[in-house]
C-alpha cells in the first residue's frame, strides 16, 4: 500500500509561481517514483541511488545554490517545499534531500573558498554525489564542544584522527565528501578550538563502518566514521580557523527549517491517510469519521498541519530575506520543536484511527509512526531547541 491521495490542497503559505511550479512537480516525482518502492527499500535499509541522480535531474540539490554552481537559487522556501512533498510520500528520502542540500550543499556553500565550492559544488548540486557533515561523536551529540576528534596541523597537511557517529549521506557510493568538525588546538581562554575540515571520502584513512540499524529512517544512509590518520591538504580547512562550531551552528539553523518541513510533510500525509480511511471504515452502522471522538482527533490534525506549515516558511522567509541571525536562529528553532514534536503526535493519532491497520507494516502508517521519533532528536532534539528559544529570550539557562 502507498500513500493515497484524497485530493486535498491544504493551505500552502505565499509562493512565488516558480515555487508553485517546484511543489507541483515534486508532488508528481515522489507520487510516482518513490511512493510505489518505499516500502521495500524501508524493509531492506537501502536507498537506491538512481532515486538521488533522479532528485539531481529535477534540480532538488541545487535549491539553494547560484546559478554560477547549477543551481536555481529558489532559496530556502524552495528547498522547504521540496523536502515537504517528498517528506509526504516518505521520511528516509526527504532527510536524504534535507541533509544532502542543508549539510552537504550548505556548508560549502556557506563558507567555502571559491575555489573549494568549484571543486565540489558542481557534483553535489547535479546528484550525482552526497555530501555529509559530520559532527556528533560517541561521546558528544547535544554537548558538540566535547568532541575528541582533533586535526593537527603538519607540514602542510591537517592529520585528522577520532570517530564520528550516525553520520547521514556519509557512506553511498556516491558519496563524495565529509564536511568534518574537528579539535584543531586550546583557545586563548582554554576551551577547545574547533574547525571544520572538508575530507574527500576517498582519503586513506577515511572508514566507513557498516549501517546503522535504526528504528526511522532506515532507507537513509547514516553510519559511524573513523577517521586513522587522514591527511588532506592544509587549504581543505573550511571558513575560519577556530570558527568551526560557529560556522557548523548556523548551517544547522537552515537544517532545522529543512527538518521542520519534513515533519510538516508527514502532518500533511497523516492527514490524507486519516481523513479517506475515517470516511469509509464501518463500525456500528456507520464510517468511523462520524463518531466526535475520531473526527475531533483529525481536526487536531490540520490544526497541527496549518500551524507547522506556518512556523517552517515564516523561518525560511526569514533566512531568504536576509533578517538578522539571531531572529532567523529562533524563528528556526521554533519550528523544528513545533512540527517535529506535532509530527510524532499526529502519527500515534493517525495510528489510533487505523486501528489494528495502523501498526501494520504493510501499510504506510507504522514507516511513519517509527519515522517521526528521529525528527525529534536530529539537527539538535527538542531539548536543545527549547534551551536555545530561551537563551534567545534573555533567559541564563545553562
Ligand atoms: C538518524 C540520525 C541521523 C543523524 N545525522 C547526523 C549527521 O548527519 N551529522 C551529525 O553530526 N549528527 C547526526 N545525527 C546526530 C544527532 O544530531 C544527535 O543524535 C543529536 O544531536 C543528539 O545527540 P545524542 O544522540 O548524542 O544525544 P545526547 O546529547 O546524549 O542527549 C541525550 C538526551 O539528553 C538530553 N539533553 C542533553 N543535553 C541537555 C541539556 N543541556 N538540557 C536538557 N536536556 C539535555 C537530550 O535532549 C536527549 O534527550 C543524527 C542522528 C540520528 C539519530
Not at 61 to 87: H, K, M, Q, R, Y
Not at 163 to 190: E, H, L
Request: charged fraction near 20%; aromatic fraction near 6%; include cysteine.
Amino acid at each position: 500500500m502507498v500513500v493515497n491521495l484524497c485530493g486535498m490542497r491544504n493551505m500552502h503559505p505565499p509562493e512565488n509561481p516558480e515555487h508553485t511550479k517546484l511543489r507541483d512537480a515534486v508532488r508528481d516525482f515522489a507520487d510516482r517514483e518513490i511512493a510505489p518502492h518505499i516500502a521495500s527499500w524501508d524493509r531492506q535499509s537501502r536507498l537506491p541511488v538512481d532515486v538521488v541522480h533522479q532528485m539531481g535531474e529535477l534540480g532538488l540539490f541545487g535549491l539553494t545554490a547560484p546559478e554560477e554552481f547549477g543551481g536555481s537559487d529558489l532559496g530556502l522556501t524552495g528547498l522547504s517545499i521540496a523536502v515537504e512533498e517528498i517528506g509526504r510520500v516518505d521520511q528516509s528520502v526527504g532527510i536524504t534531500l534535507a541533509a544532502g542540500v542543508g549539510l552537504g550543499v550548505g556548508t560549502l556553500l556557506a563558507y567555502g573558498t571559491q575555489e573549494q565550492k568549484e571543486t565540489w559544488l558542481p557534483d553535489l548540486v547535479a546528484g550525482r554525489a552526497l555530501g555529509a557533515f559530520g559532527l556528533t561523536e560517541p561521546g558528544a551529540g547535544s554537548d558538540a564542544n566535547a568532541m575528541a576528534t582533533t586535526a593537527e596541523l603538519v607540514d602542510g597537511q591537517w592529520v585528522v584522527n577520532g570517530a564520528k557517529q550516525f553520520i547521514t549521506n556519509s557512506g553511498t557510493p556516491i558519496t563524495s565528501v565529509c564536511t568534518v568538525a574537528a579539535r584543531t588546538g586550546t583557545a586563548a581562554d582554554g576551551s577547545p578550538e574547533l574547525s571544520a575540515i572538508i575530507v574527500p571520502t576517498d582519503t586513506p584513512g577515511y572508514v566507513v563502518e557498516p549501517l546503522h540499524d535504526k528504528m526511522s529512517w532506515r532507507a537513509c544512509d547514516t553510519h559511524p566514521l573513523r577517521f586513522e590518520d587522514v591527511r588532506v591538504p592544509e587549504a581543505n580547512l573550511l571558513g575560519v580557523r577556530g570558527n568551526g562550531f560557529k560556522q557548523l551552528m548556523t548551517c544547522l539553523n537552515t537544517g532545522r527549517v529543512a527538518v521542520a518541513a519534513l515533519a510538516t510533510g508527514c502532518i500533511q500525509a497523516m492527514l490524507e491517510l486519516t481523513v479517506e480511511h475515517a470516511g469509509v471504515r464501518p463500525t456500528f452502522g456507520g464510517p468511523i469519521g462520524r463518531k466526535q471522538g475520531v473526527a475531533f482527533q483529525i481536526a487536531d490534525l490540520e490544526v497541527m498541519l496549518q500551524a507547522s506549515r506556518a512556523l517552517t516558511y515564516r523561518a525560511a522567509m526569514l533566512k531568504d530575506t536576509g533578517a538578522p541571525l539571531d531572529e532567523f536562529r529562533r524563528a528556526s528553532s521554533v519550528a523544528k520543536l513545533y512540527a517535529t514534536e506535532s509530527a510524532v503526535t499526529a502519527t500515534r493519532i493517525a495510528a489510533q484511527v487505523f486501528g489494528g491497520y495502523g501498526v501494520m507494516e504493510d501499510g504506510p502508517i507504522a514507516r511513519f509512526y517509527r519515522d517521526a521519533k528521529v525528527l525529534e532528536i536530529g539537527e539538535g532534539t527538542s531539548e536543545l531547541q527549547r534551551m536555545l528559544i530561551a537563551r534567545g529570550l534573555g533567559l541564563p539557562v545553562e
